[in-house]
């Protein structure tokens, strides 16, 4: 099967690569910077392919004879859109890696598309949003009638230059949750919670994951909020909320960000992953209290994402869902994110 990482020189795609490599596989490693993408190919006895995702008919041509295209070229509010036309033209399947929530109600949007085009459309096949779906999907299915879920993580180690311009991006936007069925706009962190995470009790504020989006599809559940632990975050009142959504919409300081991040991070080396774990949290509670919930902890957020992204591929060659828009859960099963390597899982419990 040819299968191609496209944005391969970025730092997740070049772990997917060499993970790839590891287990055996020859992916087809692509991107638009043709030194830097046969920087990589060339020593690794890779094959290659150099296009650029605005030009429609370069995608179309480049992605002939691909099956799957394990998509990690970020942002994903200015790529996934091309590269999903690429991929409906070509009559491949996609995955992604982006945790943004108009990114996944925009492929969700294109289900008829892609159930018509035969092909598979899975955003979110890394860390984000893997183990938050398929713990939402458990704890709903032991819940059924459940009318309210959070979601919550807590990790540790670095972050890649990509997942911080995605979050300079996203803190122009604020606040997002599912209320009453729909993705409306909140103060960031205008929720606040103690989590009984699995290394011990965490206080978390919320903030806009992608689970607003997918968590939804994957349990129908009409009230979502999710959460994170991280410094400060607890402490952002609504007045300070609004202030930084205003300071970040600012063109000059969003073009300002991404260059200091271009020239200053490049993510976690590879003993600050192997010393780093994440850990997540689903609770679903229903309108007579019950509430049920569940809890995982697992490797690096980059390490994990590179294992699920293989695992996903091998999955939609092997064992492909039905043609359309999924999440990792509705595509494979909420025990999905049992099969990824170091995650251990605290079954659902009632309360």
């Given at each position: 099967?040819?299968?191609?990482?496209?944005?391969?020189?970025?730092?997740?795609?070049?772990?997917?690569?060499?993970?790839?490599?590891?287990?055996?596989?020859?992916?087809?490693?692509?991107?638009?910077?043709?030194?830097?993408?046969?920087?990589?190919?060339?020593?690794?006895?890779?094959?290659?392919?150099?296009?650029?995702?605005?030009?429609?008919?370069?995608?179309?041509?480049?992605?002939?004879?691909?099956?799957?295209?394990?998509?990690c070229a970020g942002p994903f509010s200015a790529t996934s859109a091309p590269m999903v036309e690429g991929c409906?033209?070509?009559?491949?399947?996609?995955?992604?890696?982006?945790?943004?929530?108009?990114?996944?109600?925009?492929?969700?949007?294109?289900?008829?598309?892609?159930?018509?085009?035969?092909?598979?459309?899975?955003?979110?096949?890394?860390?984000?949003?893997?183990?938050?779906?398929?713990?939402?999907?458990?704890?709903?299915?032991?819940?059924?009638?459940?009318?309210?879920?959070?979601?919550?993580?807590?990790?540790?180690?670095?972050?890649?230059?990509?997942?911080?311009?995605?979050?300079?991006?996203?803190?122009?936007?604020?606040?997002?949750?599912?209320?009453?069925?729909?993705?409306?706009?909140?103060?960031?962190?205008?929720?606040?919670?103690?989590?009984?995470?699995?290394?011990?009790?965490?206080?978390?504020?919320?903030?806009?994951?992608?689970?607003?989006?997918?968590?939804?599809?994957?349990?129908?559940?009409?009230?979502?909020?999710?959460?994170?632990?991280?410094?400060?975050?607890?402490?952002?009142?609504?007045?300070?909320?609004?202030?930084?959504?205003?300071?970040?919409?600012?063109?000059?300081?969003?073009?300002?960000?991404?260059?200091?991040?271009?020239?200053?991070?490049?993510?976690?080396?590879?003993?600050?992953?192997?010393?780093?774990?994440?850990?997540?949290?689903?609770?679903?509670?229903?309108?007579?209290?019950?509430?049920?919930?569940?809890?995982?902890?697992?490797?690096?957020?980059?390490?994990?994402?590179?294992?699920?992204?293989?695992?996903?591929?091998?999955?939609?060659?092997?064992?492909?869902?039905?043609?359309?828009?999924?999440?990792?859960?509705?595509?494979?099963?909420?025990?999905?994110?049992?099969?990824?390597?170091?995650?251990?899982?605290?079954e659902p419990a009632r309360r």
């Open positions: 099967m040819t299968w191609m990482i496209y944005g391969a020189n970025g730092y997740t795609g070049r772990l997917v690569a060499d993970l790839a490599v590891d287990r055996g596989e020859r992916p087809v490693l692509a991107g638009r910077d043709p030194a830097k993408v046969a920087g990589l190919a060339v020593p690794r006895g890779l094959p290659y392919r150099v296009f650029d995702l605005a030009d429609p008919d370069a995608v179309a041509e480049a992605l002939r004879g691909v099956e799957v295209v394990a998509h409906l033209r070509a009559g491949a399947h996609y995955l992604d890696i982006t945790g943004e929530i108009d990114v996944f109600e925009a492929v969700f949007a294109r289900h008829e598309q892609a159930r018509r085009a035969g092909v598979v459309l899975l955003p979110g096949a890394g860390f984000d949003v893997v183990p938050t779906d398929c713990l939402a999907a458990m704890v709903a299915a032991e819940l059924p009638t459940a009318t309210h879920l959070d979601l919550a993580f807590h990790a540790t180690g670095g972050v890649s230059g990509g997942t911080l311009k995605s979050a300079l991006e996203g803190a122009a936007v604020g606040g997002r949750a599912r209320v009453d069925g729909a993705v409306r706009s909140v103060p960031l962190a205008w929720r606040r919670r103690e989590v009984p995470f699995p290394s011990g009790s965490r206080r978390v504020a919320s903030l806009p994951w992608g689970d607003v989006s997918t968590a939804y599809r994957s349990t129908g559940i009409p009230n979502i909020t999710t959460f994170a632990h991280l410094p400060g975050l607890d402490r952002v009142g609504p007045r300070s909320s609004r202030l930084s959504e205003l300071v970040m919409r600012s063109h000059v300081v969003q073009r300002l960000g991404r260059a200091m991040v271009s020239a200053v991070v490049r993510g976690p080396a590879r003993v600050t992953r192997s010393r780093s774990w994440v850990e997540v949290y689903a609770e679903a509670t229903d309108s007579e209290g019950r509430s049920v919930s569940a809890a995982l902890i697992g490797p690096d957020t980059y390490d994990l994402t590179a294992d699920s992204v293989l695992r996903a591929v091998s999955a939609l060659r092997c064992e492909p869902p039905a043609p359309g828009a999924h999440t990792p859960s509705t595509a494979f099963g909420a025990d999905f994110v049992r099969r990824l390597h170091g995650v251990r899982i605290i």
